[in-house]
């Protein structure tokens, strides 16, 4: 599992009329892929570790067994949403 690299620019939505470059990335079949708000990975209380590193450990884990199931696991096993800030996930697999 590894990071995507970071467009640049303002953050999504952050400014009107906000001009957003084009990234391509050459996906696989079976490849996973996770978009996330904020709030899945970082918390207020800084006892709750390493968050992003968590993410990286479930996704590698799920991507190394794929199935009908791979998505209902990767739900199951992310973090819980924290009670501070909003939390939106959208995992696609490429079809072989």
């Not at 696989?28 to 006892?47: A, H, I, K, Q, S």
């Not at 990286?56 to 794929?66: D, I, Q």
Request: hydrophobic fraction near 40%.
């Amino acid at each position: 599992a590894e990071e995507l690299p970071l467009p640049r620019g303002v953050l999504l939505g952050a400014a009107d009329n906000a001009r957003y470059p084009v990234v391509t990335v050459q996906l696989r079949p079976d490849d996973l892929v996770l978009f996330y708000t904020d709030g899945l990975v970082e918390r207020r209380n800084p006892d709750g570790g390493d968050l992003l590193d968590r993410v990286l450990r479930t996704l590698a884990e799920v991507s190394a067994e794929p199935g009908e199931l791979t998505l209902k696991r990767l739900r199951d096993l992310l973090p819980a949403a924290g009670p501070d800030d909003d939390t939106c996930t959208l995992a696609v697999r490429v079809l072989p």
